[in-house]
């Protein structure tokens, strides 16, 4: 089992505050003999369809370390390879990267950042890391 983010149970909470039901923590991910763990897994049912409810798993990333390149070097890697293995395994759930609103208004506000956002297709959910709380959802 993987180590929790630093950031792991604020966006839990964060979450949970909006209406989404944490349905695994973490979410398994088998390919072939090479297991894998994706930080969360979560459901949203809306009322209009009840039983078709939204899945999503969530992959938490700091970005503490001295380099944000190397951070987005890390994250985005890692994020492409569950997102194609949740193609595979299961296409009704949608992946994004939960970073912190500094690395936000950092890398990911810079020509690089949003280059690779516009490039690889993120979905991210950017996370008050102060107070808590999600700021938006990039889709």
């Known amino acids: 089992m993987p180590a929790r983010d ?14 989404w039901a944490i349905t695994d923590d973490p979410l398994f991910l088998g390919y072939g003999n090479r297991p894998m763990y994706v930080d969360l897994g979560a459901e949203k049912s809306t009322l209009a369809a009840e039983k078709d409810g939204h899945r999503i798993a969530v992959e938490i990333k700091s970005f503490t370390s001295k380099s944000p390149v190397d951070d987005l070097h890390d994250a985005v890697g890692q994020y492409n390879v569950y997102r194609d293995v949740l193609s595979d395994t299961e296409p009704d759930r949608a992946l994004y990267l939960a970073i912190p609103n500094q690395a936000w208004e950092g890398i990911f506000s810079e020509r690089l950042g949003r280059l690779v956002i516009e490039r690889q297709r993120l979905l991210m959910i950017v996370f008050d890391e102060r107070q808590g709380g999600i700021i938006k959802w990039i889709n």
């Not at 630093?6 to 209406?19: N, P, Q, R, S, T």
Request: cysteine-free; charged content about 20%.
């Open 6 to 19: 630093l950031y792991h149970d604020i966006v839990v909470e964060a979450l949970i505050a909006e209406g």
